[in-house]
Nanobody
Framework: QVQLVESGGGLVQAWGSLRLSCEAS????????MGWFRQVPGKEREFVAA????????YVAVSVMCRFTISRDNTKNTVYLQMNSLKPENTAVYYC???????????????????WGQGALITVSS
């Protein structure tokens, strides 16, 4: 069982930066691929970024490529999402998730993830 807790959310002005953290407990994240998803009210949750469990290959949604970066620190049992040049349309609740699935072609799917955090709200003002 893995518990995930996001932190670092809040209000930021457009073109600003924020870093989300997701700290895991109960198990080492080195055993999991880690992902970030986001959801806007009334819309489906969508993939943002993921990092593989072993060699830390990263995958990023096209919509945030070159602005968002995912990273992991297994020694701190924490995964990060660095978000730069934020836009109002990036306003959402951001969720951290852990996947025991070794197949990277599934990381964009919610169904690939076994554990989820409670979410952190990011509000980007124009």
């Amino acid at each position: 069982q893995v518990q995930l807790v996001e932190s670092g959310g809040g209000l930021v002005q457009a073109w600003g930066s924020l870093r989300l953290s997701c700290e895991a407990s109960g198990s080492s994240i080195s055993n999991y691929a880690m992902g970030w998803f986001r959801q806007v009210p009334g819309k489906e949750r969508e993939f943002v970024a993921a990092v593989s469990m072993s060699v830390s290959i990263t995958y990023v949604a096209v919509s945030v490529m070159c602005r968002f970066t995912i990273s992991r620190d297994n020694t701190k049992n924490t995964v990060y999402l660095q978000m730069n040049s934020l836009k109002p349309e990036n306003t959402a609740v951001y969720y951290c998730a852990a996947s025991s699935n070794p197949y990277s072609n599934t990381y964009y799917r919610e169904s690939a993830y076994n554990y989820w955090g409670q979410g952190a709200l990011i509000t980007v003002s124009s």
